[in-house]
């Protein structure tokens, strides 16, 4: 079975700080995904890599920026932790390449509080 | 843009109730459907998922069935049980995109 780790469930971070999450794979899926998960507006496509190295805006990526080193790891990096960014963060990973259609496995999330 | 759009919650049922989750979709070409779903303190799992217009994706007694005339998705199990109680996510990937656009997901109450 494929095994997406988060480094943390929860975490608690002052504002201004700057947040590291962590999400390992291991799979050797090509690509990875970090979302954040907010009631009432399902999951929003924060980043997303293809491959070690390369990496590509979602939907909402101002406040974040990622790192993708090695291809097991991708980590998604708040610069500067302000409130609004309290949320669930979930990390996915999938197949590239031919393989579009297949699914995206997720971690179980961390829950990232900014006080 | 593509976007996804799903019934709000919470549904409740009683269990043995038939279950019917609405899901339809806006989109260019032609999309992968996807059903995850997400059990408490989890992160979400694939349910089912159709490439192709008239597909059925179907798992664990749940079924859904791709309708391109009426760009739908609609979620069914004929008899819920505790253990499907979740919150359920209608998703939408385009073409040779790894992207996936989620819908706002539906809370799923079962009770005994």
């Known amino acids: 079975d494929v095994k997406v780790t988060q480094s943390s469930r929860y975490l608690v971070k002052r504002t201004g700080e700057k947040v590291f999450l962590e999400c390992v794979q291991d799979m050797d899926h090509e690509n990875m995904f970090w979302y954040r998960q907010d009631p009432g507006l399902g999951l929003r496509l924060i980043y997303f890599s293809y491959d070690v190295k390369m990496k590509e805006k979602g939907d909402i990526p101002e406040g974040y920026s990622v790192s993708r080193e090695k291809k097991e790891r991708f980590s998604l990096i708040l610069e500067s932790a302000s409130t609004n960014q309290t949320s669930m963060y979930l990390c996915?990973?999938?197949?590239?390449?031919?393989?579009?259609?297949?699914?995206?496995?997720f971690g179980d999330g961390t829950r990232l509080s900014i006080l | 843009g593509d976007s996804v759009t799903q019934m709000e919650g919470p549904v409740t049922l009683s269990e043995e109730a038939f279950l019917t989750i609405n899901c339809t979709y806006t989109?260019?070409?032609?999309?992968?459907l996807f059903w995850y779903v997400q059990y408490p303190g989890e992160g979400l799992q694939l349910l089912l998922k159709?490439?192709?217009?008239?597909d059925k994706g179907s798992n664990k007694g749940f079924e859904a069935t791709y309708r391109k005339e009426t760009t739908s998705f609609h979620l069914e199990k004929g008899s819920v049980q505790v253990s499907d109680s979740a919150v359920y996510f209608c998703a939408l990937k385009r073409g040779a995109t790894n992207k996936l656009i989620f819908g706002t997901g539906t809370l799923l109450a079962v009770q005994p």
């Open positions: 996915a990973s999938s197949l590239g390449g031919s393989h579009s259609n297949q699914p995206q496995h």
């Open positions: 159709a490439t192709k217009a008239d």
């Open positions: 989109a260019t070409g032609y999309p992968s």
